[in-house]
């Protein structure tokens, strides 16, 4: 089964986005990127930024990036994929903190602007 994290990503100051929380998905080889902009809470309606795929052991990892800050694990778990098309994402997780449906739906004036809408229920 895929497997999931939400890293909290403190970035240092005056860097290109503020702290943000990354959900990443594994889909094959990489790691589906997006940032959310603010803490994710059950339930909540939170907008997100897609970033390139990053690697797999982002899956285990917490600490320094480089000189892009240092990440910390939010929540992690695996996941089922419902359904997935160009400009929406439903997943089922399975994680600590998460249990339920995501549902990532991708905003028509901006290709990499998305809405992330978490489960009601979590762990």
Request: charged fraction near 30%; avoid cysteine.
């Amino acid at each position: 089964m895929p497997r999931y994290v939400i890293l909290r990503h403190e970035t240092p100051p005056g860097y290109v986005r503020p702290t943000h929380w990354d959900l990443m998905l594994e889909m094959g080889e990489v790691l589906r990127t997006w940032a959310l902009a603010e803490e994710p809470q059950a339930g909540s309606t939170i907008e997100a930024e897609a970033l390139p795929d990053h690697r797999p052991a982002y899956l285990d990892f917490e600490g320094a990036v480089s000189s892009r800050g240092s990440v910390s694990r939010f929540d992690s778990g695996t996941y089922t994929l419902e359904s997935e098309s160009v400009n929406r994402l439903v997943v089922r997780l399975d994680g600590e903190r998460f249990r339920g449906t995501l549902v990532m739906e991708r905003q028509p004036e901006n290709a990499q602007r998305w809405v992330a809408r978490l489960p009601r229920d979590s762990g």
